[in-house]
């Protein structure tokens, strides 16, 4: 069974910096690009961030460039999304992908709110 668990969010300022993580289980994970995928109240699912396997190719959506680094450790099976300078508009729950993109299996995710 595919597992994908973010942890990492909560309350921040604006301007504050906050690192999710993604532990997954139950594939092959360094077989598998992975991606961040997040859902504001009352709007669709958003790409944030993907990286290939091998990390040999990354995307960043264009409000986060220069913000948000996505990075893996295949070694412990996890995901992370450094965001730093965080912004209100950065306000959702944030989800991992076991694929590049919005589709594939996606875990339970974590909450950022970004509020002064």
């Known amino acids: 069974e595919v597992q994908l668990q973010a942890s990492g969010g909560g309350l921040v300022q604006p301007g504050g910096s906050l690192r999710l993580s993604c532990a997954a289980s139950?594939?092959?994970?360094?077989?598998?690009?992975m991606s961040w995928v997040r859902q504001a109240p009352g709007k669709g699912p958003e790409l944030v961030a993907a990286?290939?396997?091998?990390?040999?190719?990354?995307y960043l959506e264009g409000s986060v460039q220069g913000r948000f680094t996505i990075s893996r450790d295949d070694a412990v099976n996890t995901l992370y999304l450094q965001m730093n300078n965080l912004k209100s508009e950065d306000t959702a729950v944030y989800y991992c992908t076991n694929v590049w993109g919005r589709g594939g299996s996606r875990g339970q995710g974590t909450e950022v709110t970004v509020s002064s």
């Open positions: 139950g594939f092959t994970f360094d077989s598998h690009d």
């Open positions: 990286i290939a396997k091998g990390s040999v190719t990354k």
